[in-house]
């Protein structure tokens, strides 16, 4: 099915944070409670049409600051050849030396490698090699399933946020200014002039609306990371009401001539 239209209302909640003396937290919660799961090797079809089974690697992941790369090199040294298919292009030309896994990206930032026309890191489906036992899709993936840990630990940010997405904003009142965090969805338009280009994306198509829990739950590991536990604990009070409600109203089956939620469209197609 195409892609439901992008820029619709949505329900949001804001509630103080309970880390920040007043400071907000803004919720999406059409986003936050739709059913949007990865469904990458399971009909993902890439946003290359060239690439399908590069799912959203066919370019290399910016990171965040020196601290996310510093962190995504150390994870690298832990993977082996038999786990990673560009082990080899990875290994620094002096001994000793740093893995050879980040370069410059044409606006100036840095980011992993690109080996091949995708992010260094993507295991080839289809590649074979002498002692080579991975499979396809992003080999930090692979060692966080490996190592027993989420892959929050072993991803660059970029990588394991997507497709949520935490913006900030500043609100003023009078002289006093308010610190708003915005935890919503990286809907297409979120990536600017450069959504427009991606041939296919997950968020907005009834495919990948197919989990067996929203969001808020089955992220539950990425939105403690980005909200901390007190806010996670704190938005969850509020997506379960809204669930419930929805529910009750479904069941009562009423016929209403305002909406009471904004549920996500694709959600919405994807249940019909």
């Keep these: 099915m195409p892609e439901v239209k992008d820029g619709f209302a949505r329900d949001y909640v804001e509630f103080a944070d309970p880390a920040k003396d007043g400071d907000i937290f803004r919720c999406d919660l059409t986003w936050l409670t739709s059913y949007w799961t990865c469904i990458y090797g399971a009909g993902c079809c890439g946003i290359d049409a060239d690439k399908p089974d590069a799912g959203c690697c066919s370019d290399g992941a910016y990171y ?24 080899s292009e990875a290994q620094p030309k002096k001994k000793n030396g ?35 036992t991975g499979t396809f899709g992003c080999v930090l993936h692979h060692l966080a399933e490996k190592e027993g840990v989420h892959f929050v630990e072993t991803k660059p940010d ?28 990286y809907e297409r338009l979120a990536w600017g002039e450069g959504g427009a280009d991606f041939s296919w994306y997950c968020t907005a198509n009834t495919e990948a609306h197919v989990g067996r829990e929203p969001v808020y739950k089955s992220n539950n590991n990425e939105l403690i990371a980005l909200m901390g536990e007190e806010a996670y604990a704190e938005l969850v009070k509020h997506c379960d009401a809204r669930v419930e409600a929805i529910a009750l109203t479904a069941k009562a089956n009423k016929k209403r001539e305002l909406p009471l939620f904004v549920i996500h469209p694709a959600t919405v197609a994807a249940q019909k």
């Design 64 to 87: 965040s600051d020196a601290e996310d790369e510093t962190r995504t090199l150390k994870v690298a040294e832990r993977l082996t050849p038999e786990m990673w298919q560009f082990y």
């Design 158 to 185: 970029v990588c394991w946020q997507l497709p949520i997405r935490r913006s900030f904003e500043v609100r003023e009142f009078g002289d006093r200014e308010i610190s708003v965090t915005v935890i919503g969805e």
């Design 98 to 132: 740093a893995l050879k896994i980040s370069e410059v990206g044409l606006d100036g930032d840095r980011k992993t490698r690109m080996v091949e026309d995708s992010c260094i890191f993507l295991n080839r489906k289809g590649h074979q090699a002498e002692g080579f």
